[in-house]
């Protein structure tokens, strides 16, 4: 019974040590930055736009033009339930 918890403790320390060991430098962090912004901006239009009353589908449509290239998967990284 106590291998089961030891082996959740070193997968978990061997995610934090995958994670930690990425290796990504300055340029590649600011760059990482700039893509969140624009993706966060993106949600940010989405979600004015249906404030405006648009209708969803073309929100949508407006949220992947602004999000191609920038993320991974149809909801531009970000997805929610209704």
């Known amino acids: 019974m106590k291998k089961v918890p030891l082996a959740l403790v070193v997968l978990a320390l061997s995610a934090s040590i995958c ?3 990425d290796g990504h430098g300055d340029k590649e ?3 990482d930055i700039a893509k969140h912004r624009a ?3 993106a949600h940010e239009a989405a979600a004015k736009c249906l ?3 648009k209708k969803e589908e073309l929100c949508y449509q407006e ?3 602004a999000c191609k290239g920038l993320a991974i998967g149809k909801f ?3 997805k929610h339930g209704h």
Request: hydrophobic letters at 65%; glycine letters at 12%; aromatic letters at 0%.
């Open 63 to 65: 949220l992947l033009a």
């Open 39 to 41: 993706m966060a901006a």
């Open 29 to 31: 962090t600011k760059a």
């Open 76 to 78: 531009c990284g970000m």
């Open 19 to 21: 994670i930690a060991a």
């Open 51 to 53: 404030e405006a009353g």
